[in-house]
Each structure stands twice: as structure tokens, then as C-alpha cells.
């Protein structure tokens, strides 16, 4: 049930239970069960425009946090059984596990036109076994939730407490030698990297990881003294969920003395996103936002047009940049602002996912750059 009173009908899948958010689009053809486990979905339903969603299974592996912070998916076909190697499990066993509803038998391409025309509607996704649903009361849940306008998710997905994160990039030539699962385990450790976590995915850090770095994970709302005892050669901002605007509250005067103290700084879509607001600029809630896998981004300082992994719904506001902050980087889509540079500093950010985990490898060149700027600096 969107809030505009449309019903969407379909077979109830995974758990059979209720959730109320914004529903997105999906357009990646792989990776489902790495988008499900993406942080930054908490508040949302997923609608996935590829049509056959869970014919892989679900496996301990392709997943980029422990609990999905997603609230649910709709699907076109139904799910069939598993066929894969990789497969552990039954995908829709993986979605009971997590307490996660799904639906499907869903006309996708109609939900789709309906968000791209109308913007992201909130849905109430309710999987009801018997099929009596109170419609009154799916519809009264959706004019209850307030929007992800103004919504602090990032706090509620962030890590409670330090940690150190040491396993780097995922090989398939590394699997099934002497029973190991493919997962660099210790990469050589040469730099230190201390990354904020606001609903951090895994392939970041092991994509940092696999470049040498050593990274301690900090809780979203740690101050940035803190930060800085821990003596790091780079500063990391993750992604995560909600808006920046209302995250920023508390982590943005932190993150302006961090790229005060000199040291490189690296971000990524949230991360992305509240650099621009600590550097004076204002974010926006976009239309529809930008979700998939094959996201075109032009690097304006090459001229070179990387295919993107993409997750957002909020982006920096044009025209708001201070002076001094470059625009590196611009989406092929819409035009709108996809990376950012403070002149002869080396402090970066990119609204879209360099780490793919599910998605194209374009754009890996950016964990070299920042390992590069630290190098420099060192
Ligand atoms: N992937 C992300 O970090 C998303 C950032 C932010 N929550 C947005 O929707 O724009």
C-alpha cells in the first residue's frame, strides 16, 4: 500500500510481518543479498527491477553488515530454488532468518514508473499468511511515518564500539585452497586508518584493508579528539543510511576539525555528503535517487567515464559549494554532483560506491588515491 492509497497485490514471501518506509528502485541485475545488507537501506523497502530475485541463494559471505538495516523487498517473479555453488541456504530462509518481509508476483516496471514519475513514495509492505488485511489501517501507517526528510538512521546502524578491521578483498582464485572462503585474511599492515562509521559496508574496509591499511572503526558520534588520538596517517567517512543534514548535526563540526588537522580525508555517500556540509555547502533529497549498478560518472579532471555502483537519495545542493571545493566528479544521468575536491588538499569525497560489493570495479582507482595522498603526506 503506497501513501496515495495504490495496492499493490502479490504473494507474501520471507517473514510475515508489516513494514512502513520509503520505497526505492533497485536496478542492479547481481548482488541481492549485498544490497539487502547495505546499512544505508535502513527505512527502506527495495523494489528490485531485475525480474528473478533469490535464484542464487543466500551464502555467509556476500554480505556487508551482520543484521540488514533494509526493511523489506518487492519482487517480479517468484523465488525459485537455489542454484549456485556459493548457495548455503534458501534466500527466502535468509529473509525469514532477519525477521524481513518481501512480496512478490509485483508489476515492478508499474511500482518503477510510479516512483520515477511521483518521486519515492512511503509503502506499508505487509505479509500476511491468511490474506485479511485491514486496509484502513496499512493505509494509516503510511500517513503516519514522518519521511527519511530530517531522519537520523546513521546512529542507529553505526558500531557501539571500536573495533579493528583487518580482512581485505574477496578472490575467487582464493577459494577452496586449504578450505579458505576467498577473503584476503591479514593484509600487510602500512598505514592507519581510523573510519566513522555512519552504517559502514565491509568491501570498503576491506578494499582498504587490501591497500595496507589497518583500520579502526569508530562509532558515528565519536569526537573528533578522539579520532585523532588514535594518531591516523587518513581519516575515512563511510556511507549510511538517512539524511545528512540531520546526521550532521552532531558529526559535522567534528568532521570540519578533522580536515582541519591536515591529515588526508576520504569519503564516501554519506561520508560524501556531510564533508559538503562541514565545508559550508547544503544537501537536498533528490526525486528518486540514484540506485544500481551501472551509473555512469564522469571524473572532470580526466575526462573518463567510470561505470558507478550507486545508493542515494540525498546529494549536494548545486550551486552551494564554497570557494575552494572542486567538483570532480558529475553523474551522466541527471548531471547532478557525484565527487568533490578541496583545492591542493587531500580531501575527496564521491557520492557513489567505489567498493561496488554488488557492482562494476571502474572505480578502485579512488582507495589508491587516498592511500596515495597519505603516502605523500607521510
Ligand atoms: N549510501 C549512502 O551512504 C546513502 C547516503 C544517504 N543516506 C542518501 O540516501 O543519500
Known sequence: MLS????????????????????????????????????????????????????????????????????GLVLRADMTEPSN?????????????????????????RLTRRIRDGGA???????????????????????DWPGLEGMDLAIQVSCRQTYSWREGTWEFARTGVDGEDGFEAEPAIKRHVVAMDFGAKRNILRNLASLGCKVTVVPADTKAA????????????????????????YAVPEIKTLVESGKPVFGICLGH??????LGAK??????????????????????????????????????????????H??????????????????????YHPEASPGPKDSHYLFQRFVDFIDDKN
Request: charged letters at 20%.
Open 283 to 328: 544537501t537536498e533529497k533528490m526525486h528518486q535517487g540514484h540506485r544500481g549498478a551501472n551509473h555512469p560518472v564522469k571524473d572532470l579532471t580526466t575526462g573518463k567515464v567510470e561505470i558507478t555502483s550507486q545508493n542515494h537519495g540525498f546529494m549536494i545542493s548545486e550551486g552551494s559549494l564554497p570557494e575552494g571545493v572542486e567538483i570532480t
Open 121 to 143: 513514495p512511503t509503502g506499508c509492505l505487509a505479509h500476511v499468511p491468511d490474506g485479511t488485511f485491514d486496509l484502513d489501517a496499512l493505509w494509516r501507517k503510511t500517513q
Open 4 to 71: 496515495d492509497g495504490t495496492l499493490f497485490w502479490g504473494r507474501g514471501l520471507g517473514a510475515a510481518t508489516m513494514r512502513v518506509g520509503e520505497v526505492c528502485f533497485n536496478t542492479s541485475l547481481t548482488g541481492y543479498q549485498e544490497i539487502m545488507t547495505d546499512p544505508s537501506y535502513a527505512g527502506q523497502i527495495i523494489t528490485f527491477t531485475f525480474p528473478h530475485i533469490g535464484n542464487v541463494g543466500a551464502n555467509s559471505m556476500d554480505v556487508e553488515t551482520t543484521t540488514p538495516a533494509a526493511l
Open 226 to 249: 578522539d579520532v585523532l588520538a588514535h594518531e591516523p596517517d587518513g581519516i575515512f567517512l563511510a556511507n549510511g543510511p538517512g539524511d545528512p543534514a540531520a546526521t550532521g548535526e
Open 273 to 278: 555528503q556531510m564533508l559538503a556540509l562541514s
Open 85 to 109: 555453488y556459493r548457495a548455503e541456504r534458501h534466500f527466502d530462509d535468509w529473509l525469514k532468518s532477519f525477521d524481513l518481509p518481501g512480496i512478490s508476483g509485483v508489476d515492478t516496471r
Open 330 to 351: 558529475r553523474s551522466l544521468f541527471d548531471g547532478s554532483i557525484e565527487g568533490i575536491r578541496l583545492s591542493g588538499r587531500p580531501v575527496f569525497s564521491v557520492q
